[in-house]
């Protein structure tokens, strides 16, 4: 079996600056890759790139950008061929969440507004795939890239609102939509970009971070192992898509719920 790593490849993260964003990327340099993370939060970027160059060797290279704005996907495309030979890893962190404090986000359906909707469709859907089909070119033609979309599993299970009885938070129905599009670009992309780059999704369940203890307590009664996702239960998936562990793997989207979906 070869060994796991991903010494001397190039990997890019998107919303790499993010939650999740954050747990790929310190991934990836983990395994040796070097790595250009995208983000539009210029603080948090910073914040990540002096954290993996003091814990790792690998090359890290930030880029502010904004992947709806077309200007910035093209600089993004020119500074890939300016500074690497090739893509060898795409990690799609990139996501619109919301806040509860957003305008017609966190509401029941009667009160969810056109506006977030067409953010959400616009940087958790479209942006991905119009800013990979203008890296394509990029990406090294060896059977070996992969491409790795991080959905929800909220893309493709109905909700269960009694989770959300008694609490501040909703299943906005945009966010679910969205990710339900990109389970479903993931199928297509495999398709279409086979066989040099493999395209896979990955679906966490509910991530704990900062919810009310009785919408933590009534999520994880919803699970066969009692308990809400961390980022790091993810860090598998991630290593497998990304290594040749999973050479002969595409077109998939691997759960990672705690058995959300079967209980």
Known sequence: ????????????????AGYIGKKVCDTLCDLG??????????????????????????????????LTEISDVNNIYNFIRKNYQHIDV?????????????????????????????KAMDINLSSLFFFIQKIKPAFKKNNKSSIINISSIYGSEAPKLEMYKGTDINNPAAYSISKAGLNYMTKWLAVNLAPNIRVNSISPGGIIRGQSKK?????????LLNRMASEEDIIGSIIFLSTSMSSYVTGQNIIVDGGWSIK
């Open 90 to 118: 795409l990690v799609n962190a990139v996501a619109m969440v919301g806040t509860s404090d957003l305008k017609g986000w966190n509401e029941p359906f009667s009160k969810q507004s056109r506006s977030s909707w067409d």
């Open 215 to 223: 919408f933590i307590k009534q999520y994880s009664e919803k699970t």
């Open 33 to 66: 890759s070097n790595i250009l993370i995208l983000d539009n939060n210029e603080a948090e970027l910073n914040k990540i790139s002096r954290s993996l160059k003091k814990k790792y060797k690998c090359k890290v290279d930030t880029l502010h950008v904004d």
């Open 1 to 16: 079996m070869n060994k796991i790593t991903l010494k001397n490849k190039f990997s890019i993260v998107t919303g790499g």
